[in-house]
């Protein structure tokens, strides 16, 4: 079958200039909405523009704002920091001092306690609770007294630089972390739009939720100074209190110490004085002894030269009786030999009674030199004791200054 060919279709002129017209319409209404968008987006670039310096110019200034805020609680802490520091090591000489202190007082305590010790080896009355072991006694519990104070100043002491160390570790930790923060911003504050390192991060326009308000870490910073400073307050008192404690001490163990000494020499005095006299009485009585002794051996003899005297007047007596018959009278040579029979008789019991009275003087004088040895010995013992093993031993006790 013969294919069709149809005609072209044929447009009047009027339709040719209509659709001439409606091209020129339409041009026109996109180049006017196509300059209106031009204008828009060139009054929108600019303003973007002028936004974004803006607002990059007002982030800039308050991370320079920042840093200010970072360096200025840095330099705080710092300064707190190195207060703190070298409180610490202060107290720390002085809990040093503490310590030699402490071991200071165990010598003196020790030679009291041994002076005590050796003071029971006397014996007899000089075993007397007197001035000296008052003193001792007192050392004692006077040095027992400062090694407790001290003990107890030491855990102070202790305890006080654990509190220091724990704030100066805070401290530490919150500087480090701003002066992490400081490189952290100090770097941000550098970039600029042309910087190598800038780039795009996703997901970063966030806000932290384990972050905290600036409230909060000017709080944190300003609690960990005033902790600090706390501490390095506490610790000035402290070591106030433990240098008058150092020094009251040392005065109170002086002095007691001295008193001992006093009293010490005093005793020693006194027993060489009633040694001394004990001596004088026993050489009184010594020489008294022999005196007695000498006295009896004379009243013995003047009792044994009455014998021969009684035997001539026995005798005489006795033979006179065999005179024969009245011979045998009482005349006045009978009477007179009677006489001087009971006068002897009279006079050796006088001899025997003194001579009886002697011996017990002879007794009681030679027991009165035992006990005078005796108590001269006791004298001795003790006086050993105190000034040569106390005496000796309290010469090398020097209470320095603590």
């Known amino acids: 079958m013969a294919r069709l060919i149809r005609a072209p279709t044929r447009f009047t002129h009027e339709d040719w200039t209509r659709s001439n017209l409606q091209k020129y319409a339409s041009a026109d209404v996109e180049r006017q909405q196509a300059e209106r968008l031009i204008a828009e987006s060139n009054r929108l670039k600019e303003e973007t523009a002028r936004r974004t310096e803006r607002t990059q110019a007002d982030v800039s200034k308050k991370l320079e704002q920042r840093l200010n805020d970072i360096r200025y609680w840095k330099k705080e802490l710092d300064d707190k920091l190195d207060g703190l520091v070298k409180e610490t090591d202060n107290l720390d000489t002085f809990k040093h001092r503490v310590e030699k202190a402490l071991q200071a007082t165990e010598e003196p305590l020790h030679i009291a306690r041994m002076c005590l010790a050796n003071r029971e080896k006397r014996v007899g009355i000089d075993l007397v609770h ?76 966030t806000i932290d939720p384990h972050s905290v308000t600036l409230e909060q870490w000017q709080d944190f910073s300003n609690d960990n100074i005033n902790y600090g ?11 106030s209190s433990i240098d008058g404690l150092l020094q009251q001490t040392g005065n109170d163990m002086r002095k007691q110490v001295d008193d001992t000494n006093v009293a010490l020499a005093h005793r020693i005095w006194e027993c060489k004085d009633a040694k001394g006299k004990l001596e004088d009485n026993l050489n009184r009585v010594i020489a008294q002894i022999k005196e007695q002794e000498e006295n009896i051996a ?105």
């Open 229 to 239: 400073e706390r501490e390095r307050v506490n610790s000035v008192a402290l070591r």
């Open 298 to 402: 004379t009243l013995e003899m003047s009792i044994q030269a009455k014998e021969a005297a009684m035997k001539v007047a026995q005798t005489r007596l006795e033979v006179r009786q065999h005179r024969p018959n009245l011979e045998l009278c009482r005349d006045p040579v009978q009477y007179k030999l009677i006489e001087e029979v009971q006068e002897i008789a009279n006079s050796v019991a006088q001899l025997q009674a003194r001579l009886r009275d002697a011996n017990s003087s002879l007794k009681g004088l030679v027991r009165n030199q035992l006990e005078l040895e005796e108590e001269i010995a006791i004298k001795a013992n003790t006086l050993f004791i105190d000034e040569v093993e106390c005496m000796g031993m309290r010469k090398s006790i020097h209470i320095q200054k603590f």
């Open 130 to 205: 007197d001035d000296v072991q008052k003193e001792l006694l007192k050392e004692v519990q006077t040095t027992e007294g400062v090694q407790t104070l001290l003990r107890r100043t030491l855990e102070h002491a202790t305890e006080q630089l654990r509190k220091n160390r724990k704030a100066k570790y805070h401290m530490e930790k919150d500087i480090k972390d701003k002066f992490g923060a400081q490189n952290i911003d100090e770097y941000c504050e550098n970039l600029r739009n042309n910087s190598q390192l800038i780039h795009f991060n996703d997901n970063v326009a």
